[in-house]
């Protein structure tokens, strides 16, 4: 084992699989050279070449279609958008194409592409460097779609992201890079050295796509989240002394319904907390499962806790954020019912 | 048989450690190349398109077809402005290094461009910037107040605080709203120059991407529609040789220049010393005569350096040679002018060094003021309960219900 951040998991993820089959190649923006502006493919493109880690145009379009050739003639993709709020211009691409190939041509042609990208706000990027916008890919049929909350499982869900003969939207909650945060930015930056998760085997593992996690057990009601709330909804519990029961969704596509329901059914509460906006949200898609599988079993009315319908507004990030205060009121409430 | 294919990796020429090398860049000497009538066929300027366009020699004088003669004291308020606008950016970056500004941009190295190009165009042409720019302002008379204030997201922040530093707009200067994502506004402003055409307006529409952004199909989209309709628009590609940490090359600057794409979808193109105040302002008078006059859209790459990182969040030293702008052979724009003015014996060092003083005065006490006004953390502040207007024209029950829920949350309840 050895200490990582996020940024060191998803780097060692990319080596190992680089070092392991000849098939996978990494390509995006500043990603060669630089090591991208997170630096999360640092030294990659020294060890492997420039043809293997290739720094590409600012061509979102460009970058996924590409992609989607290379992996219809045999490679391995690892395409990186440098933000999520970029991937737009990628987006018929990945709606029209990588998630349709094998489903439109009967098999016959698949391309089995990764596209990795930094989501979510907490780091003062303003509207064009925050954006959370998983739902607008787990509405896609034929995505799979993943968002790990620590350096253990995102190394070991991007090698499974690779090695999986599907196309795998990858968002990596950027705030969370070098530490958990609890959605107070007033505290000093914790490290991923104080964090379980911050224990990462060095060598090949993975952690499989489809399934949630129960990372604290608990009986008064569950919290089910993902990404960077996965650690505000664990404080916010803390605070209130509550015994939650926390579920870090981590794969959106193919949703782990067994997982959440089978604790909803137990705890009778549910409240659900992810960053993006409320509306249509992938928090909707999470209530109305829980509601169908465990209407019986519910004490009070699931409730939802998101950021607000707005664009993200640079100045107002805290009023912005769905951070401690948010969860706790949910908390409360769903507790309060009768 | 075996294959002879290889994956082409464009080179860069120098890197962190190497000498500076811009044996690639194809120069023309000053004065060199033909001025053609402003309504020639596209299918004529593809010597322009790989030519440069330069009037200033190595002498500083002004020389060749391209002179726009324009008088001293025009060219002095034009170094005033670039002046201007580099003062401004050394100074709101080192106010962004000690916090008061969450994030900022400098166009250093690329001054001549906008000051140029906006001195040369009228008041009612549009606008359509990049984020790198800043001089457009200054030419169009916004106070540099106002600037800052957007830069501070404060009470008196044109943005309503929902913007990036450097992401400003100016309605009534006739300048767009700058986005963040990259190269969005390039086809846009096809789209209000073909408004133009359809409403008979005399105005014309400008824009500027960097070369790097050229590579979004945006830039693509925008040729083709100015092409198909003839639209009343300048294009401008701003080569600063790097997008972040990626070398022109990349961008598809290896073989070929990006003005010779005009050409290439039946728009003239025009390749101009981007560092040469002379050259660019006289290029965009062309344009604009071409555009106003119905004869079409003009492609315009201007060759400049970007001499400063790409934004504060960024650092060149890893993927550059730390010399390489000091070695760029179209030299540095504001001391080229500065230079000119000063051969033509209406300039001097004494008069540049109390300009630059009298900017800096004017900087700090605006910054003075402007911080006076509230900052990113310090009071007074924004009303929060702003981010829900303008999401729509009125605010829907849903986002009204929402705010509501937000003041709760910021009264503790």
């Known amino acids: 084992m050895a200490q990582m951040n996020m940024i060191q998991a998803l780097n060692s993820a990319m080596d190992i699989k680089l070092g392991q089959d000849p098939s996978v190649v990494v390509l995006g923006e500043d990603i060669g050279f630089f090591g991208g502006v997170f630096r999360v493919t640092d030294g990659l493109q020294r060890k492997y070449g420039e043809s293997r880690v290739m720094d590409t145009p600012i061509s979102e379009g460009g970058i996924i279609a590409a992609a989607i050739g290379m992996a219809v003639n045999g490679l391995r993709p690892v395409a990186e958008i440098q933000f999520a709020d970029y ?49 607008l890919f787990a509405h896609v049929a034929g995505l799979k ?37 609890d959605g107070d930015p007033h505290k000093p930056a914790v490290p991923w050295a104080t964090h379980p998760k911050g224990d990462v085997p060095e060598g090949h593992f993975t952690v499989p796509i489809g399934k949630a996690e129960i990372v604290r057990a608990g009986s008064d009601l569950t919290i089910v989240t993902y990404g960077t709330m996965v650690h505000v909804s664990e404080a916010a519990a803390r605070g209130l002394g509550l015994d939650a029961e926390i579920i870090d969704v981590r794969t959106m596509v193919p949703l782990d319904t067994d997982t959440i329901c089978n604790s909803v059914a137990r705890t009778g509460r549910c409240v659900v907390v992810h960053e993006a906006t409320r509306f249509a949200g992938f928090g909707a898609e999470l209530s109305a499962t829980v509601q169908e599988n465990c209407f019986w079993n519910l004490e009070a009315p699931i409730l939802r806790v998101a950021g607000w319908d ?9 009023e912005y954020f769905p951070g401690q205060a948010r969860v706790t009121k949910a908390l409360k409430a769903v507790m309060e019912a009768s | 048989m075996v294959a002879e294919s290889r994956l082409h990796v464009p080179r860069t020429p120098a890197r962190p450690g190497d000498a500076p090398d811009f044996s690639y860049l194809k120069l023309s000497p000053a004065g060199k190349l033909a001025r053609p009538d402003a309504g020639v066929p596209a299918s004529e300027t593809r010597y322009l398109s790989e030519g440069l366009v330069r009037v200033l020699d190595e002498e500083h004088r002004a020389i060749g077809p391209w002179n ?64 790198r720019n800043q001089g457009l302002y200054f030419v169009r008379g916004r106070p540099v107040l106002d600037l800052m204030c957007q830069l501070l997201s404060n009470t008196r922040d044109m943005c309503k605080g929902r913007q990036l530093p450097v992401m400003y707009h100016w309605r009534d200067g006739n300048i767009f709203s700058i986005s963040g994502n990259l190269a969005t506004q390039f086809p846009q402003a096809v789209g209000w120059a073909m408004a133009a055409a359809i409403k008979g307006q005399d105005a014309i529409a400008v824009s500027w991407i960097g070369e790097g952004s050229s590579a979004e199909a945006d830039f693509h989209h925008a040729l083709l529609f100015a092409s198909v309709y003839k639209a009343p628009v300048i294009l401008c590609v701003v080569n600063n040789q ?150 729509f024209a009125e605010i829907p029950e849903h986002l009204r219900r929402q705010e509501a829920e937000m003041r709760d949350e910021m009264a503790g309840k």
């Open chain 1, 87 to 135: 991937i737009y211009p990628g987006y018929d691409q990945i709606v029209s194409e990588l998630a349709r190939i094998r489903y439109r041509s009967a098999g016959e042609f698949s391309a089995p592409v990764t596209v990795r990208t930094p989501c979510g706000g907490g780091i003062r990027g303003g509207q064009t460097h925050s954006q959370s916008p998983e739902a």
């Open chain 1, 145 to 181: 779609v993943v968002m790990p909350s620590n350096p253990y499982d995102a190394k070991g869900l991007l090698i499974a992201a690779i090695e999986d003969d599907d196309p795998v939207i990858y968002f990596e909650p950027k705030r969370i890079y070098n530490g958990p945060f």
């Open chain 1, 310 to 318: 707005t664009p993200y507004p640079h100045a107002f990030e805290w």
């Open chain 2, 68 to 131: 726009p003669h324009l008088d001293a004291a025009e060219l002095q308020v034009a170094l005033r402005h670039m002046l201007m606008t580099r003062v401004y950016d050394d100074r709101m970056q080192r106010i962004q290094r000690s916090g008061k500004i969450s994030f900022y941009m400098r166009s250093y190295g690329e001054e001549a461009v906008s000051v140029a190009m906006a001195m040369a165009l009228r008041p009612s042409d549009m606008l359509f910037p990049s984020y």
């Open chain 2, 242 to 391: 790097w997008a972040i940490s990626t070398f022109q090359g990349t961008a598809g600057g290896e073989r070929q220049t990006f003005a010779a794409r005009g050409p290439g979808y039946g728009i003239a193109g025009v390749r101009v010393d981007g560092n040469d105040f002379l050259a660019v302002h006289a290029v965009t008078q062309w344009a604009a005569e071409r555009a106003r006059t119905g004869r079409g859209p003009t492609l315009v790459e201007h060759v400049t350096y970007r001499a400063a990182a790409h934004s504060t969040s960024d650092d060149p030293a890893r993927y550059r040679p730390k010399d390489d702008y000091e070695k760029f052979p179209l030299g540095d724009p504001v001391e080229r002018l500065k230079n000119h003015l000063i051969g033509l014996g209406e300039w001097s060092e004494e008069r540049h060094r109390a300009l630059i003083a009298e900017l800096d005065e004017h900087i700090a006490s605006s910054w003075k003021e402007a911080v006076s006004y509230g900052t990113l953390t310090e009071a007074p502040r924004l009303d929060p309960g702003l981010m829900f207007e303008d999401v």
